[in-house]
């Protein structure tokens, strides 16, 4: 019997890069396989072109032995493919049942049929053992839940290969436990399945199969029994890389940000975080260890000034800034690298050397009263260019030409170039490359060295590891243990992310 | 012997020529398409076009007139191109023409002060009853989230009831006929530069200062720096600590002031009184201006001056073909479309495609 | 200070304002013990016959009980926890308004209020259909606010189509093509061209201005000349229905596009809520990647929403020009079509809501016509301002609770 997916050499290119690069590989009935590979290993740009969103330059998809070419979403649906995005496809506003019916609703009539799709979707649920509230409206759902309606979704449309793109990077350890049980009934019951992680122990726990993927090649084809996390992440990398930056024990000073029961609410008017007291001194970084969504987005935007809390004070080098917005916050010494730099750090039609002054254009020597001086201007970003290592030719070039990790660069630079007392670090590194982050890492330790205080948050634990001085934990809008940065335990801190505290954490 | 740094692309002819294409190409296309109009409705396209020529720029008089009659859409389009910049959409410049051309002809007629310092009064006053007429709905914009899209259109229908209603009953010149308030006091009139002959006064001159004032100001102050940053990217000018919903009713407000100043050089320069029914869609003309003159505030000169000229030909060119003065509006509206889309223009004249101004106005009705 | 004056508070604060405008009002133009009378008469009654009942209010008094109510309201919802309570009492103020207008400008007379609120259904017409236009679109993400310019438009076409064949049906069908021909320039320019929709928008209100302006010299001012042709849609009074008192002159006593209006109202909310397509509908305008790639052609689903909107406003043009009158004027629509947009605000995007926020603009219409044969101590320029106002208002009122679509406005790339 010839496997239910076959690729053959499969290659796309972009202007500039070959995403993919003659990928071979088979899917048996039944099996899970997984593709391991760091950001822009090309998993994404692969499973695309599976699913009939490109169209590949060279090579061949066979279907049980028959090529095939996938001419978009529905042909894929309708050959038996279903798709489970990172971010998840579903319409916030719309319940669970329209949802999954959505582009194939059964009519009665002219009208929808609810009730029999509610039925069917019931009993496909029940077999595969996943619980969905059919009439919530989707918004209102735990992300776990929103996952599974996602599942059912590809299920409901009669797939019998899953693609399940990096399911576990938005879930909690126990949510993902939940995950990878489905997903072991789904293969039980005879459905094929391509699993993409950059995690390994999670693809070492439930692979059948390994294809590791590095810039476009398919390095390696192992199997659990054959490999360790070792072996996988040097072919994942391509070389021995352990995240690890180079220093000295912290020296508190007195404290900088005192921060006092606070509570915030999210954009919908729920609570996410509840309250939350902490201190940081001089001089020191502390990390916030959580999985997304447990209220870190709100706590920044809360001590940034970009929200105002329900209670609580902040305080900031002796300033009381609670709810004052953001200029009294810069004011008090806070400089703020925010989670999306494109969106919310740049302006992307912007110089680079007006983007440098984005928070200082208003004051000495920028500005002489209500005019702006440009020499002063130009002469500030080139001294940051230099200093933080910005690849580009000109310093009116605009931020939208940069590439990711040079206009982090921009952002770090602006925030760093005036004296601060506090930094505000969300997520710096998130989707940069090897190279950037150790720069901008190296920065920011070189900042607390200059006395500053650092609150990181990041979602990347290894990043909160290789950095923090204290590591707090924080989960549902709590902050539930503190644990010292110098040799921190991995997996206890990976049990506190999930809520669990039983083990010796000082809470 | 070193070879020359590579010319950076912000300089040189080739830019001009770049900004200059699109817009010119419109107009020409635009007008080809009026043509045809003509040529359907059974009339002769030479004596209409050549009627519209020679009523635009056929004489020293004519010149002249085309300037008057350019002046307020100066004002007008730098009014609608400000709030283009901070990604506002003003619709309410004719609500704003009207206030402040109240505002003038109320302090000119009704106010006694030395000759001179009338008029700079009045001016200011109708400047800024514009300016107020402006920010209203910028606080709604800022405060509540009312786009102004739709509240500067009601803030339109307001302000020409209202108005009429002043003209109508108490500020009404009683000694006269017609329905109008009374004449200001001489000293309260901006000069003319040629004779009353010509028609052509002062207001052109301030128009002209305007813009350059108002290039300067977006471009080397403070103030500008942050109606830009919040145009092009609110979420970033709020992170960096900027006053995202101060910098809108700001912006509305200058936004307004210029069209108060078009007001109040159309009642102080031109007509020294306001009749009821006074403005004649410069609401709408300004916005063709802004869009012509591709966000740039020097730009908006040589745009109302185009304008101007079609107005002023129209006349003529009625007279010669019998073609309805309407045909201007259509030609105007045209014009609009293929600036807005101008990938329009570059596929019908093969050009390739540039970066665009890109205005970014639909963010939705809320906040 | 910023924090003190939250949505709520400010609408309450109007309200209170509002109460406070009222008794001034009471007390500049209402004498005492002045009696104002509403007459409710038989439902096919002549107007000098015996009324069904008349309904004695004494003038002050009554707008004094109203106001007293929109003060305890406001107080209420100053320190209350109900914020969503804000937009009803929007809608309670801006009716009291209009009935205290109404109570004073009539005051020790009489008047027909069944009169008044057939007219008011009459003339919510257009701003409920240009609702629903607005509605198909931005429920599909594409803003239209050329819903004016598409109205404009189509009552010129559908008056010289109805001139030239001396026939309004004709007239009607006219219209209808005509919007949803000139809103494929819309569709166009930002589907295809992906220019800014509220641009591209503005480009067909000015194109209608023009176009029309020029048409209406050029060609219908010519055709009336030569003798008037035809008339305007009759009036159809719906067997036994319309002899219902109240009920009858307010709902079954009119012409064919009020009558379309009133059936469309639940048909496009049966069809968005319940059918295939109001599903797409929703979900391309609120997330059109996931429709995407549920095999949904997101913007092929665009163009057919903006031209089934098209129609729609074509419809609403119509009546302009074909059923309230038969002539066509410049800009003869008034604004109404941005006036549509903010009724299709208030009602959260819904059909039944946008009728009921149509209903508001044209009560003050209504309101206006009314008392055009009373004295009234207002000028007739602060009535004739009233729709607009209360425009400004329920925008500033509803904005914050109201939520459109996400990807309104957005163009979507495959």
Same mark, same amino acid.
């Given at each position: 019997?010839?496997?239910?997916?076959?690729?053959?050499?499969?290659?796309?290119?972009?202007?500039?890069?070959?995403?993919?690069?003659?990928?071979?590989?088979?899917?048996?009935?039944?099996?899970?396989?997984?593709?391991?590979?760091?950001?822009?290993?090309?998993? !994404?740009?692969?499973?695309?072109?599976?699913?009939?969103?490109?169209?590949?330059?060279?090579?061949?998809?066979?279907?049980?032995?028959?090529?095939?070419?996938?001419?978009?979403?529905?042909?894929?649906?309708?050959?038996?493919?279903?798709?489970?995005?990172?971010?998840?496809?579903?319409?916030?506003?719309?319940?669970?049942?329209?949802?999954?019916? $959505?582009?194939?609703?059964?009519?009665?009539?002219?009208?929808?049929?609810?009730?029999?799709?509610?039925?069917?979707?019931?009993? $496909?649920?029940?077999?595969?053992?996943?619980?969905?509230?059919?009439?919530?409206?989707?918004?209102?759902?735990?992300?776990?839940?929103?996952?599974?309606?996602?599942?059912?979704?590809?299920?409901?449309?009669?797939?019998?290969?899953?693609?399940?793109?990096?399911?576990?990077?938005?879930?909690?350890?126990?949510?993902?436990?939940?995950?990878?049980?489905?997903?072991?009934?789904?293969?039980?019951?005879?459905?094929?399945?391509?699993?993409? !992680?950059?995690? $390994?122990?999670?693809?070492?726990?439930? +692979?059948?199969?390994?294809?590791?993927?590095?810039?476009?090649?398919?390095?390696?084809?192992?199997?659990?029994?054959?490999?360790?996390?070792?072996?996988?992440?040097?072919?994942?990398?391509?070389?021995?890389?352990?995240?690890?930056?180079?220093?000295?024990?912290?020296?508190?000073?007195?404290?900088? $940000?005192?921060?006092?029961?606070?509570?915030?609410?999210?954009?919908?008017?729920?609570? +996410?975080?509840?309250?939350?007291?902490?201190?940081?001194?001089?001089?020191?970084?502390?990390?916030?260890?959580?999985?997304?969504?447990?209220?870190?987005?709100?706590?920044?935007?809360?001590?940034?000034?970009?929200?105002?809390? &329900?209670?609580?004070?902040?305080?900031?080098?002796?300033?009381?800034?609670?709810?004052?917005?953001?200029?009294?916050?810069?004011?008090?010494?806070?400089?703020?690298?925010?989670?999306?730099?494109?969106?919310?750090?740049?302006?992307?039609?912007?110089?680079?050397?007006?983007?440098?002054?984005?928070?200082?254009?208003?004051? +000495?020597?920028?500005?002489?009263?209500?005019?702006?001086?440009?020499?002063?201007?130009?002469?500030?970003?080139?001294?940051?260019?230099?200093?933080?290592?910005?690849?580009?030719?000109?310093?009116?070039?605009?931020?939208?030409?940069?590439?990711?990790?040079?206009?982090?660069?921009?952002?770090?630079?602006?925030?760093?170039?005036?004296?601060?007392?506090?930094?505000?670090?969300?997520?710096?590194?998130?989707?940069?490359?090897?190279?950037?982050?150790?720069?901008?890492?190296?920065?920011?330790?070189?900042?607390?060295?200059?006395?500053?205080?650092? &609150? &990181?948050? !990041?979602?990347?634990?290894?990043?909160?590891?290789?950095?923090?001085?204290?590591?707090?934990?924080?989960?549902?809008?709590?902050?539930?243990?503190?644990?010292?940065?110098?040799?921190?335990?991995?997996?206890?801190?990976?049990?506190?992310?999930?809520?669990?505290?039983?083990?010796?954490?000082?809470? | 012997?070193?070879?020359?740094?590579?010319?950076?692309?912000?300089?040189?002819?080739?830019?001009?020529?770049?900004?200059?294409?699109?817009?010119?190409?419109?107009?020409?296309?635009?007008?080809?398409?009026?043509?045809?109009?003509?040529?359907? #409705?059974?009339?002769?396209?030479?004596?209409?076009?050549?009627?519209?020529?020679?009523?635009?720029?056929? =004489?020293?008089?004519?010149?002249?007139?085309?300037?008057?009659?350019?002046?307020?859409?100066?004002?007008?389009?730098? @009014?609608?191109?400000?709030?283009?910049?901070?990604?506002?959409?003003?619709?309410?410049?004719?609500?704003?023409?009207?206030?402040?051309?109240?505002?003038?002809?109320?302090?000119?007629?009704?106010?006694?002060?030395?000759?001179?310092?009338?008029?700079?009064?009045?001016?200011?006053?109708?400047?800024?009853?514009?300016?107020?007429?402006?920010?209203?709905?910028?606080?709604?914009?800022?405060?509540?989230?009312?786009?102004?899209?739709? #509240?500067?259109?009601?803030?339109?229908?307001?302000?020409?009831?209202?108005?009429?209603?002043?003209?109508?009953?108490?500020?009404?010149?009683?000694? =006269?006929?017609?329905?109008?308030?009374?004449?200001?006091?001489?000293?309260?009139?901006?000069?003319?530069?040629?004779?009353?002959?010509?028609?052509?006064?002062?207001?052109?001159?301030?128009?002209?200062?305007?813009?350059?004032?108002?290039?300067?100001?977006?471009?080397?102050?403070?103030?500008?720096?942050?109606?830009?940053?919040?145009?092009?990217?609110?979420?970033?000018?709020?992170?960096?600590?900027?006053?995202?919903?101060?910098?809108?009713?700001?912006?509305?407000?200058?936004?307004?002031?210029?069209?108060?100043?078009?007001?109040?050089?159309?009642?102080?320069?031109?007509?020294?009184?306001?009749?009821?029914?006074? =403005?004649?869609?410069?609401?709408?003309?300004?916005?063709?201006?802004?869009?012509?003159?591709?966000?740039?505030?020097?730009?908006?000169?040589?745009?109302?001056?185009?304008?101007? @000229?079609?107005?002023?030909?129209?006349?003529?060119?009625?007279?010669?073909?019998?073609?309805?003065?309407?045909?201007?509006?259509?030609?105007?509206?045209?014009?609009?479309?293929?600036?807005?889309?101008?990938?329009?223009?570059?596929?019908?004249?093969?050009?390739?495609?540039?970066?665009?101004?890109?205005?970014?106005?639909?963010?939705?009705?809320?906040? | 200070?910023?924090? %003190?004056?939250?949505?709520?508070?400010?609408?309450?604060?109007?309200?209170?304002?509002?109460?406070?405008?009222?008794?001034?009002?009471?007390?500049?133009?209402?004498?005492?013990?002045?009696?104002?009378?509403?007459?409710?008469?038989?439902a096919n009654?002549?107007?000098?016959?015996?009324?069904?009942?008349?309904?004695?209010?004494?003038?002050?008094?009554?707008?004094?009980?109203?106001?007293?109510?929109?003060?305890?309201?406001?107080?209420?919802?100053?320190?209350?926890?109900?914020?969503?309570?804000?937009?009803?009492?929007?809608?309670?103020?801006?009716?009291?308004?209009?009935?205290?207008?109404?109570?004073?400008?009539?005051?020790?007379?009489?008047?027909?209020?069944?009169d008044m609120l057939g007219r008011m259904v009459r003339l919510a017409t257009p701003i409920t259909l240009g609702a629903l236009a607005?509605?198909?679109?931005?429920?599909?993400?594409?803003?239209?606010?050329?819903i004016e310019?598409t109205m404009l438009f189509s009552a010129c076409i559908g008056f010289i189509v109805s001139l030239a064949f001396g026939n309004s049906w004709i007239g009607l069908i006219a219209a209808i093509l005509a919007g949803s021909a000139i809103?494929?320039?819309? /569709?166009?320019?930002?589907?295809?061209?992906?220019?800014?929709?509220?641009?591209?928008?503005?480009?067909?209100?000015?194109?209608a201005?023009?176009?029309t302006?020029?048409l209406r010299?050029?060609m219908i001012l010519?055709m009336e000349?030569g003798g008037n042709h035809g008339a305007a849609l009759p009036q159809f009074d719906i067997p036994l229905l319309s002899s219902?008192?109240?009920l009858g002159p307010m709902f079954f006593q009119h012409r064919p596009i009020t009558y379309l209006m009133l059936i469309m109202v639940p048909l496009v909310?049966?069809?968005?809520?319940?059918?295939?397509?109001?599903?797409?509908?929703?979900?391309?305008?609120?997330?059109?990647?996931?429709?995407?790639?549920?095999?949904?052609?997101?913007?092929?689903?665009?163009? %057919?929403?903006?031209?089934i909107s098209g129609m729609i406003a074509g419809l609403a043009g119509a009546w302009f020009s074909l059923e309230a009158s038969y002539n066509f004027d410049d800009v003869m629509t008034n604004?109404r079509g %941005?006036?549509a947009? /903010?009724?299709?605000? %208030?009602?959260?995007?819904?059909?039944?809501?946008?009728l009921?926020?149509a209903l508001?603009?044209s009560?003050?219409d209504a309101?206006?016509i009314?008392?055009?044969?009373?004295?009234?101590?207002?000028?007739?320029?602060?009535?004739?301002?009233?729709?607009?106002?209360?425009?400004?208002?329920?925008?500033?009122?509803?904005?914050?609770?109201?939520?459109?679509?996400?990807?309104?406005?957005?163009?979507?790339?495959?």
């Amino acid at each position: 019997m010839p496997p239910v997916l076959e690729v053959r050499n499969l290659t796309k290119r972009f202007p500039g890069i070959t995403a993919t690069d003659a990928v071979n590989f088979t899917l048996e009935a039944g099996e899970i396989h997984a593709f391991l590979g760091e950001n822009g290993a090309g998993k !994404s740009t692969l499973m695309n072109m599976l699913y009939g969103l490109y169209r590949p330059d060279e090579g061949q998809i066979l279907l049980n032995g028959q090529a095939v070419q996938i001419n978009g979403a529905n042909d894929a649906i309708k050959r038996g493919l279903g798709m489970v995005h990172q971010h998840f496809m579903l319409v916030p506003t719309l319940t669970v049942t329209e949802n999954i019916i $959505l582009g194939n609703e059964v009519v009665n009539g002219l009208l929808i049929d609810i009730a029999s799709a509610q039925q069917r979707i019931r009993t $496909l649920a029940q077999t595969f053992g996943l619980d969905i509230p059919v009439d919530a409206v989707v918004h209102d759902l735990p992300v776990g839940v929103q996952q599974r309606v996602e599942i059912v979704k590809a299920l409901y449309r009669g797939a019998d290969i899953l693609i399940l793109d990096e399911p576990t990077a938005v879930l909690t350890p126990q949510e993902a436990d939940d995950l990878f049980v489905v997903i072991k009934r789904l293969k039980a019951q005879g459905k094929s399945i391509i699993f993409i !992680s950059h995690k $390994l122990r999670e693809v070492l726990a439930l +692979a059948d199969r390994i294809s590791v993927l590095r810039r476009g090649k398919l390095v390696g084809d192992t199997t659990p029994d054959q490999a360790d996390e070792a072996k996988l992440a040097s072919m994942m990398v391509g070389r021995d890389v352990v995240l690890h930056i180079e220093k000295r024990p912290a020296t508190p000073g007195e404290v900088v $940000l005192d921060i006092n029961h606070l509570q915030v609410a999210d954009e919908r008017g729920n609570i +996410a975080v509840s309250d939350v007291s902490l201190q940081i001194h001089r001089g020191e970084i502390v990390g916030i260890a959580g999985v997304q969504g447990n209220g870190q987005t709100e706590l920044v935007a809360a001590v940034t000034g970009l929200i105002q809390p &329900l209670h609580g004070t902040i305080v900031v080098a002796g300033a009381d800034i609670t709810g004052q917005g953001t200029n009294r916050a810069i004011d008090a010494g806070m400089g703020h690298i925010p989670e999306d730099r494109q969106q919310h750090g740049l302006v992307l039609s912007y110089s680079i050397a007006d983007n440098m002054v984005l928070s200082t254009y208003d004051i +000495a020597p920028f500005a002489t009263g209500l005019i702006i001086n440009e020499a002063p201007i130009a002469a500030q970003a080139t001294a940051l260019v230099q200093r933080f290592d910005v690849r580009t030719g000109s310093i009116d070039a605009l931020a939208s030409t940069l590439s990711g990790g040079n206009q982090q660069k921009v952002v770090v630079a602006r925030e760093l170039a005036r004296p601060l007392n506090l930094l505000v670090a969300a997520q710096p590194t998130r989707g940069l490359d090897v190279g950037s982050i150790e720069f901008i890492h190296k920065s920011i330790v070189a900042e607390r060295d200059n006395g500053t205080g650092v &609150l &990181l948050v !990041s979602a990347e634990l290894d990043e909160i590891l290789a950095l923090a001085d204290r590591i707090l934990v924080m989960y549902r809008g709590q902050i539930i243990a503190e644990v010292p940065g110098a040799g921190a335990d991995r997996n206890q801190i990976g049990l506190l992310m999930a809520g669990i505290t039983s083990t010796g954490a000082q809470a | 012997m070193s070879t020359p740094p590579p010319t950076p692309p912000t300089s040189g002819w080739r830019t001009w020529g770049g900004i200059l294409l699109v817009p010119v190409l419109a107009i020409f296309t635009a007008l080809v398409i009026g043509a045809i109009i003509i040529v359907a #409705t059974g009339a002769d396209v030479i004596a209409a076009y050549g009627g519209l020529f020679m009523g635009a720029i056929g =004489s020293p008089r004519a010149i002249a007139y085309t300037l008057v009659e350019a002046t307020p859409y100066i004002f007008g389009g730098l @009014a609608v191109l400000i709030g283009f910049r901070a990604g506002l959409f003003n619709i309410g410049v004719e609500g704003q023409i009207a206030v402040g051309s109240m505002c003038a002809a109320v302090v000119g007629a009704f106010v006694s002060l030395p000759p001179g310092l009338h008029a700079v009064v009045a001016f200011i006053a109708g400047a800024l009853g514009g300016a107020l007429w402006g920010a209203i709905p910028g606080w709604l914009r800022a405060r509540t989230g009312a786009h102004e899209v739709i #509240t500067t259109i009601m803030f339109n229908y307001i302000a020409i009831r209202s108005t009429d209603y002043l003209i109508k009953v108490p500020f009404l010149d009683k000694a =006269s006929s017609s329905q109008r308030t009374p004449f200001i006091a001489e000293g309260a009139q901006l000069p003319f530069l040629f004779g009353p002959d010509y028609r052509l006064h002062v207001g052109f001159l301030i128009a002209i200062v305007a813009a350059v004032a108002t290039a300067w100001i977006l471009k080397r102050t403070i103030i500008g720096f942050e109606i830009r940053t919040t145009g092009a990217n609110p979420d970033a000018a709020h992170y960096a600590g900027m006053n995202v919903p101060r910098t809108i009713i700001l912006t509305m407000a200058l936004s307004g002031l210029m069209a108060g100043m078009a007001g109040a050089s159309q009642v102080l320069g031109l007509e020294h009184n306001l009749k009821a029914s006074f =403005s004649a869609g410069y609401g709408f003309d300004s916005i063709a201006i802004a869009l012509l003159a591709a966000s740039n505030p020097l730009g908006v000169i040589p745009a109302a001056m185009f304008w101007g @000229a079609l107005r002023n030909g129209a006349g003529l060119m009625q007279l010669n073909s019998g073609i309805s003065i309407n045909l201007i509006n259509i030609v105007q509206a045209l014009v609009i479309a293929f600036v807005a889309a101008d990938q329009i223009v570059r596929q019908i004249y093969r050009i390739r495609s540039a970066r665009s101004a890109g205005i970014t106005l639909s963010r939705g009705w809320g906040r | 200070m910023q924090n %003190f004056f939250t949505r709520e508070r400010i609408i309450s604060l109007i309200g209170i304002i509002t109460a406070l405008a009222l008794l001034w009002l009471v007390h500049q133009s209402v004498p005492n013990g002045a009696i104002s009378t509403l007459r409710i008469p038989y439902a096919n009654g002549k107007p000098q016959d015996a009324p069904l009942i008349d309904i004695p209010l004494p003038t002050a008094l009554t707008i004094y009980v109203l106001a007293g109510i929109l003060v305890g309201v406001a107080i209420g919802l100053m320190w209350g926890k109900r914020a969503d309570l804000a937009p009803a009492y929007m809608g309670g103020v801006i009716a009291v308004v209009i009935i205290s207008i109404l109570l004073t400008a009539i005051v020790n007379n009489r008047t027909d209020i069944v009169d008044m609120l057939g007219r008011m259904v009459r003339l919510a017409t257009p701003i409920t259909l240009g609702a629903l236009a607005g509605i198909l679109c931005e429920r599909s993400g594409v803003v239209n606010i050329a819903i004016e310019g598409t109205m404009l438009f189509s009552a010129c076409i559908g008056f010289i189509v109805s001139l030239a064949f001396g026939n309004s049906w004709i007239g009607l069908i006219a219209a209808i093509l005509a919007g949803s021909a000139i809103v494929m320039i819309h /569709a166009v320019l930002s589907l295809y061209y992906k220019t800014d929709q509220i641009i591209s928008g503005t480009v067909i209100n000015i194109l209608a201005v023009g176009v029309t302006g020029y048409l209406r010299t050029s060609m219908i001012l010519p055709m009336e000349a030569g003798g008037n042709h035809g008339a305007a849609l009759p009036q159809f009074d719906i067997p036994l229905l319309s002899s219902i008192p109240v009920l009858g002159p307010m709902f079954f006593q009119h012409r064919p596009i009020t009558y379309l209006m009133l059936i469309m109202v639940p048909l496009v909310s049966l069809m968005l809520f319940r059918t295939p397509w109001g599903l797409r509908t929703r979900a391309i305008g609120e997330h059109p990647r996931a429709a995407d790639t549920m095999g949904i052609n997101v913007n092929r689903m665009r163009y %057919f929403n903006v031209w089934i909107s098209g129609m729609i406003a074509g419809l609403a043009g119509a009546w302009f020009s074909l059923e309230a009158s038969y002539n066509f004027d410049d800009v003869m629509t008034n604004g109404r079509g %941005f006036i549509a947009l /903010a009724a299709m605000i %208030f009602g959260n995007w819904t059909p039944f809501g946008a009728l009921s926020g149509a209903l508001l603009f044209s009560a003050a219409d209504a309101l206006q016509i009314k008392i055009q044969g009373f004295d009234f101590a207002l000028p007739s320029q602060f009535v004739q301002m009233l729709p607009y106002v209360i425009t400004v208002v329920v925008l500033a009122g509803v904005i914050g609770r109201a939520r459109p679509p996400a990807a309104v406005g957005k163009t979507y790339e495959p």
